[in-house]
Every structure is written in structure tokens, then in C-alpha cells.
């Protein structure tokens, strides 16, 4: 099941225009969040998609843990984290392979 739900995800074909401007508003708001949350004096932590779920270690998942006062934040591993992921990842990392017009991008 997951190999035909990542090959299903290949050869996509994006309007790299309207993407671009997607990405740069998303970029915007996000920027303006962490302003806000850095001006009310909010804590939070900071972790990317990639080193949640791509990474060599866990340390973004301690960091997480750590942030908020629960689970464990030290010695983990990402066997361990992967173990107690209820669902598997079904998308290709490798966006040369997902996108068809990759070049028009980079």
C-alpha cells in the first residue's frame, strides 16, 4: 500500500508561478507569526518538517518533548520514533522524482 500511494505521488506537474507566489505569502505569514509570538513573549520551539521526519536523529523530537514537559528527552532514537508513528510516511523526499518540471523550479 505504501509503495502505490508513493507512486502514485510521481511525475506531478505544478504551475511553478502560482506556487512560487504560494510559497512566499505562506513564508510572509509565518514570519509574521513568529514576530508576534516573539513580541506577546510566547514561548514556543522551532522544528522543520525535515528534521521531525527525515533526520539522522531525534533531537528535534527531545527539543519538542523537552518544550513541553513531557515524553522522553533523552537517548531517543528515530527507530524509536518511527515505532511509535502510527502511520508511515507516503511521499517521496526527493522532489526531482514527485515534480515532472523540477528544472523550472530550482
Given at each position: 500500500?505504501?509503495?502505490?500511494?508513493?507512486?502514485?505521488?510521481?511525475?506531478?506537474?505544478v504551475n511553478t508561478t502560482e506556487m512560487m507566489m504560494e510559497i512566499t505569502?505562506?513564508?510572509?505569514?509565518?514570519e509574521k507569526i513568529?514576530?508576534?509570538?516573539?513580541?506577546?513573549?510566547?514561548?514556543?520551539?522551532?522544528?522543520?518538517?525535515?528534521?521531525?521526519?527525515y533526520s539522522e536523529t531525534a533531537d528535534a523530537w527531545s527539543n519538542v518533548f523537552r518544550f513541553l514537559g513531557v515524553g522522553p528527552t533523552e537517548g531517543l532514537t528515530m527507530d524509536?520514533?518511527?515505532?511509535?508513528?502510527?502511520?508511515?510516511?507516503?511521499?517521496?523526499?526527493?522532489?526531482?522524482?514527485?515534480?515532472?518540471d523540477i528544472e523550472t523550479i530550482a
Open positions: 500500500c505504501e509503495t502505490a500511494h508513493k507512486q502514485f505521488g510521481l511525475g506531478i506537474k505569502m505562506r513564508r510572509r505569514k509565518e513568529d514576530a508576534l509570538l516573539d513580541e506577546f513573549e510566547v514561548p514556543y520551539v522551532s522544528v522543520s518538517y525535515d528534521d521531525l521526519f524509536r520514533v518511527k515505532q511509535a508513528m502510527q502511520f508511515a510516511p507516503t511521499s517521496n523526499r526527493d522532489h526531482s522524482q514527485t515534480l515532472q
